[in-house]
């Protein structure tokens, strides 16, 4: 089956230029394409293991790169529709995070300090649904180094498409200030809703 490009309803950003989200868009969109590609090119190569079996293993391989940078991407964009918006502190994602993190604006510091690892990838805060707590990790590239199984409350991409144009390549962390100045908590309050149901 193949995926499709998914729309974002993205405004005006702070600290995010126009032509910054036009780009990165455009990247994203290059992740949906190459994912359909290689499914397409699979049960030809599948047809004579003999002869493309390593070629077949490397297609899989992508594939899962691929996958990576469409979902990714899709609820890193969703993050900024409908605007800038601060956490609700009658949520339950807030009550949550104070739990872990004695005060729910305190998971902040811990994802910046995550999001500044040096090298391509992105900055994540999952929710384990067993153990009733956050887990803040940092995923190389976007296939590499992620708490399996377990889904995302936020998703904050740091390669340096992301900045390089607004702040050059030594901008990462002005990046991030600004990422977390637009970013709409009432979509993480949906998604970890969502995940209670
Ligand atoms: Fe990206």
New binding site residues.
């Given amino acids: 089956m193949n995926y499709s490009e998914k729309t974002f309803d993205i405004g005006p950003l702070e600290g995010i230029s126009a032509k910054s989200i036009e780009e ?1 868009l455009a ?2 969109a290059g992740y949906v394409k190459n994912f359909n590609a290689i499914s397409a090119l699979m049960p030809e190569y599948a047809g004579d293991l003999e002869k493309n079996g390593l070629a077949l293993a490397e297609l899989i391989r992508r594939r899962s790169f691929e996958f990576g ?1 469409m979902r990714l ?1 899709e609820l ?1 964009f969703e993050q900024f529709e409908g605007g800038a918006q601060a956490q609700s502190e009658s949520s339950a994602l807030s009550a949550a995070l104070a739990k872990d993190y004695k005060a729910a604006e305190h998971v902040v510091p811990y994802l910046k300090a995550v999001a500044t690892t040096r090298g391509p990838g992105w900055a994540i805060l999952y929710w384990d649904p067993e153990a009733k707590q956050f887990l803040a990790g940092f995923s190389g590239e976007q296939h590499q180094g992620h708490f399996v199984t377990l889904p995302i409350i936020l998703a904050l ?1 740091v ?1 340096e ?2 900045y390089i144009l607004d702040y050059g390549a030594g901008g990462r962390g002005k990046y991030i200030d600004a990422f977390f100045k637009n970013l709409n908590w009432s979509v993480l309050e949906k998604r970890f809703a969502d995940i209670q149901k």
């Fill in positions: 990165h990247l994203y940078g991407h890193y991409d390669w498409h992301t």
